[in-house]
């Protein structure tokens, strides 16, 4: 779902003849945002920019526009050619860095009204898991995989937009892999938990540093947003990472909470801070969330997840079973 299909240039193809119902719903959903700055966890990336670029120009079609946009590759469909699921074949799409049938499917994208200081921007999607403090490597993983493993599903950016004269807002954005999908070895949820302590180590500037290569703690204001792609009370994953992060003494966790009135039996969370259903279920998970550093006044957060009899309601269920978060901060 999202801005992504099976092969190459096809999310170029549907994004410039227009007939794709999908993404028609994805591109009204942004606009009915009309946010400054918006994540996308879900778009094809290609090394032109092309498809990007195609959705700036349909939302200006619409008199919404983003002066500035970034896509950086994502680990997403990068071969190994290492058996990476031990399956005897070497170039399936588990065997990539991430999840993948080809190089780019799936990555993220920002759109933005303010200006992207690119000069700025750190990348740690190339970060190796086995660098993290207390990786939690899977107990199958061999010697020469795990020398080449990356943590990032799709990506870690620290990303620095201009506000004001000579001040910054950095973006810290991320989409981690779900939970699940594996075997007893719990790969996919190890690498979840650990792509959401990557931050919790940034944030203790305890990251580990390497030749020319220098993980300082992002300066505030900044804002995490993204999909850790758990929730930290209920369904797959481990919650105690998300649940760190959640109550960090550097965020403010706003609670976004949308409208949807929809309640999950034996679920421990508030099911107004889902943020998304389940495959074709009625189980509703929070696997989305913006939070602000504590230097930031947060006006207004939510989730857009209106009541089934708003006419809307049926454009974002057809877009993606995410719902979008928002939130309207005063920055110092």
């Known amino acids: 779902m999202g801005l992504t299909h099976s092969g190459p240039g096809i999310t170029l193809q549907h994004l410039t003849r227009a007939d794709d119902p999908q993404v028609e719903a994805e591109i009204a959903v942004i606009a009915h945002l009309n946010a400054d700055v918006v994540l996308l966890t879900s778009i094809d990336y290609d090394y032109d920019g092309a498809a990007l670029a195609a959705l700036q120009k349909r939302l200006s079609d619409v008199g919404v526009v983003y002066t500035d946009a970034l896509a950086l590759q994502p680990n997403t469909g990068v071969p190994t050619w290492l058996d990476m699921n031990h399956d005897g074949r070497l170039s399936g799409p588990r065997d990539a860095q991430a999840y993948g049938r080809f190089a780019g499917q799936d990555g993220m994208a920002i759109l933005s009204r303010l200006p992207i200081d690119r000069a700025r921007i750190v990348n ?4 190796l898991w086995k660098d993290l403090p207390g990786a939690n490597l899977p107990p199958d993983m061999t010697l020469p995989e795990s020398l080449l493993q990356r943590l990032s599903t799709s990506g870690h950016y620290v990303v620095p937009v201009i506000y004001d004269q000579g001040r910054s807002l950095n ?23 650990d792509e959401t302590s990557l931050w919790l180590h940034l944030l203790a500037g305890d990251l580990p540093q390497g030749p020319g290569v220098t993980y300082s703690p992002p300066a505030a204001p900044f804002v995490l947003m993204g999909q850790p792609n758990t929730d930290p009370n209920d369904g797959d994953g481990r919650h105690d990472t998300l649940q760190a992060l959640l109550s960090s003494p550097y965020v403010k966790d706003p609670l976004p909470k949308g409208n ?14 889902d943020t998304a259903l389940v495959g074709k279920s009625t189980l509703g998970l929070r696997l989305d969330v913006i939070l602000p550093s504590k230097d930031i006044t947060v006006k207004e957060a939510g989730v857009m997840w209106p009541a089934s009899s708003d006419p809307f309601a049926a454009t974002l269920e057809y877009a993606s079973p995410h719902r979008p978060v928002w939130a309207k901060l005063t920055l110092p």
């Not at 790969?187 to 979840?192: A, D, K």
């Not at 949807?260 to 801070?273: C, I, M, T, W």
């Open 124 to 127: 740690l999607t190339a970060f």
């Open 171 to 193: 973006l810290m954005v991320w989409c981690a892999t779900p939970p699940m999908f594996d075997g007893p070895e719990d790969r996919n949820g190890r690498r979840n938990a």
């Open 260 to 273: 949807s009135g929809h309640v999950d039996k034996g679920q421990s969370g508030d099911p107004a801070l």
